[in-house]
């Protein structure tokens, strides 16, 4: 049973436009929602993060939507550039000892 | 990624064979991980460690064991490779295993099982 859900495989967006990623989870224990962002041949990477008491967390170019009865978050880059390609990860944790559960990806494809 | 070390960063493996993934972590973190990422399903947990001296187990398991002797080390065996153990592993930490902390990743270790 998949508790964190990215149902989308892949987007293509051009650059200089939006990309929303979304992702939903089944899990009500679920607190903290991280995004990883990899490259190929890399390890992922901390992209940005929000806590359930918030709805909305930015940093410069990307922005994480919380939306708690819905189970669904979404991450917003804007405007999107070509070094944005890349696979997205959402994870999710909640609790003390908490394992992060990550959903399957996203690949991002930003074309000039 | 800077704080976590992974070694070898690829192996091919003879089905049957033992090997043992190695990883340090120099951020004095207590909680450790290990990951596989598989196409299209994404990052598993395999084993993990709240602190030093515990383990636990993850979503896949089966086919690997860990220790945890110190802080800094967390070495992943593979006591008797099969060809579905070929993935790429992803070593990760943070400070405590609780929500609220981030968790940071090796720059991963490609196993192939033949």
């Known amino acids: 049973d998949q508790q964190v859900k990215q149902n989308s495989p892949s987007l293509s967006v051009q650059e200089g436009r939006i990309s929303i990623l979304n992702c939903d989870y089944t899990?009500?224990?679920?607190?903290?929602f991280l995004w990883y962002k990899k490259y190929p041949a890399e390890g992922p990477t901390f992209l940005i993060s929000i806590s359930s008491i918030k709805d909305k967390n930015e940093d410069g170019r990307f922005t994480v939507f919380l939306n708690k009865s819905a189970k669904h978050l979404s991450l917003h880059i804007v405007p999107s550039q070509p070094g944005d390609s890349a696979v997205y990860f959402c994870?999710?944790?909640?609790?003390?000892?908490?394992?992060?559960?990550f959903g399957k990806g996203i690949t991002l494809s930003v074309r000039p | 990624t800077a704080g976590i070390t992974q070694a070898p960063t690829s192996q091919i493996l003879a089905a049957g064979r033992s090997m043992t993934l190695r990883c340090t972590q120099d951020m004095r973190h207590n909680a450790m991980y290990w990951y596989r990422q598989d196409l299209g399903l994404g990052l598993r947990l395999i084993h993990y460690?709240?602190?030093?001296?515990?383990?636990g187990k993850g979503e896949v398991p089966d086919g690997y064991s860990v220790s945890r002797a110190n802080t800094d080390d967390f070495p992943l065996t593979l006591a008797s490779a099969v060809p579905s153990q070929t993935s790429v592993y992803f070593c990760?930490?943070?400070?405590?295993?609780?929500?609220?902390?981030?968790?940071?990743f090796g720059e991963g270790s490609w196993l192939t099982v033949v």
């Open positions: 994870a999710a944790t909640g609790g003390a000892n908490s394992k992060l559960t």
């Open positions: 899990n009500s224990m679920f607190d903290y």
């Open positions: 990760a930490s943070r400070r405590d295993a609780i929500s609220g902390n981030t968790i940071y």
């Open positions: 460690s709240n602190t030093a001296g515990t383990t």
